[in-house]
């Protein structure tokens, strides 16, 4: 069984830094494809924020690119998300999802099957 358990939220004044990780348990090397960022802002639907793929590559919103960085650590089951010179726009629950196959987009919602409860992300102008 996949459980993802973000970590890293808080409250930050825009321009600020903040970085989330994810803890993954039973998503193994055999069955991985991408695990991702997610952002849900208040009135709006969930959209995706960044990718990290198996083969370490990453895919990145447009609005988050040279700002956001992915990263994975297979050694702790680790997830990260460096986000940089951040923007009101941020401000949202931020999710981790981890997906088996690879052949959609890597930032759809729905080709993820595993999701975190969220991390609370605020920043204020």
């Known amino acids: 069984q996949v459980r993802l358990v973000e970590s890293g939220g808080g409250s930050v004044q825009a321009g600020g830094s903040l970085q989330l990780s994810c803890l993954a348990s039973?998503?193994?090397?055999?069955?991985?494809?991408?695990m991702a960022w997610f952002r849900r802002a208040p009135g709006k639907e969930r959209e995706g924020v960044a990718g990290f793929h198996r083969d370490g590559s990453a895919t990145y919103a447009d609005s988050v690119t040279g700002r956001f960085t992915i990263s994975g650590d297979n050694a702790n089951n680790t997830l990260y998300l460096q986000m940089n010179v951040l923007e009101p726009e941020a401000t949202g629950i931020y999710y981790c999802?981890?997906?088996?196959?690879?052949?959609?987009?890597?930032?759809?919602?729905?080709?993820?099957?595993?999701w975190g409860q969220g991390t609370q992300v605020t920043v204020s102008a």
């Open positions: 039973g998503y193994t090397t055999n069955n991985r494809c991408t």
């Open positions: 999802a981890a997906r088996h196959a690879c052949s959609e987009d890597s930032l759809s919602v729905g080709s993820y099957a595993h």
